[in-house]
T-cell receptor, first 112, second 115 residues
Framework: DAKTTQPNSMESNEEEPVHLPCNHS???????IHWYRQLPSQGPEYVIH???SNVNNRMASLAIAEDRKSSTLILHRATLRDAAVYYC?????????????FGKGTKLSVKP | DVKVTQSSRYLVKRTGEKVFLECVQD?????MFWYRQDPGLGLRLIYF???????EKGDIPEGYSVSREKKERFSLILESASTNQTSMYLC??????????????FGNGTRLTVT
């Protein structure tokens, strides 16, 4: 049980913004939201994480809904190298760290 | 950048063999993890370790054991390999902060085939 829901796949055009949604309606107050992505033939790569506030880093932005039941990963300008499977994950504060439950993620295709 | 190195990219072993998968990280991380990834099942945690000589079972520890004699190295052992252990094995590490919130850094995986 991944406890998050994501679309199976999405398509984007190169150099356009991409908004990847994630639903986590049963999230508890201390669960963080992490995003990872996995490029073909590679291990997952950390993208970004947050708790309540929106977050930005060099890779992406994370917008978290006020009720925290959903979040959106934003890639500001998609490139062909952003084609990957994106995983939205809840982490359990105080629980067994590392027991991240990776769901099936969203497969992002980027068209030139 | 953190580097997590898995000793083999591809491995082919026979049923019943003892198999060692090695993982080394270079950033002095306290936590290390072993996952396996299978189509349709996603990533599943096998074992993890918070410290040297310490280990905890994950979701699917049956048929596996681990060893952490040094902080930088975490080994996954298949005592008697079986065909249902054919999979992609991923090692990861993270800082041991008390918020349990540090990002995981993954290696590129070892694709193990058991024949």
């Amino acid at each position: 049980d991944a406890k998050t829901t994501q679309p199976n796949s999405m398509e984007s055009n190169e150099e356009e913004p991409v908004h990847l949604p994630c639903n986590h309606s049963t999230i508890s107050g201390t669960d963080y939201i992490h995003w990872y992505r996995q490029l073909p033939s590679q291990g997952p790569e950390y993208v970004i994480h947050g708790l309540t506030s929106n977050v930005n880093n060099r890779m992406a932005s994370l917008a978290i809904a006020e009720d925290r039941k959903s979040s959106t990963l934003i890639l500001h300008r998609a490139t062909l190298r952003d084609a990957a499977v994106y995983y939205c994950i809840r982490t359990n504060y105080g629980g067994s760290q590392g027991n991240l439950i990776f769901g099936k993620g969203t497969k992002l295709s980027v068209k030139p | 950048d953190v580097k997590v190195t898995q000793s083999s990219r591809y491995l082919v072993k026979r049923t019943g063999e003892k198999v060692f998968l090695e993982c080394v990280q270079d950033m002095d991380h306290e936590n290390m993890f072993w996952y396996r990834q299978d189509p349709g099942l996603g990533l599943r945690l096998i074992y993890f370790s918070y410290d040297v000589k310490m280990k905890e079972k994950g979701d699917i520890p049956e048929g596996y054991s681990v060893s952490r004699e040094k902080k930088e190295r975490f080994s996954l052992i298949l005592e008697s390999a079986s065909t249902n252990q054919t999979s992609m094995y991923l090692c990861a590490s993270s800082l041991g902060d008390t918020s349990y919130n540090s990002p995981l850094h993954f290696g590129n995986g070892t694709r193990l085939t058991v024949t």
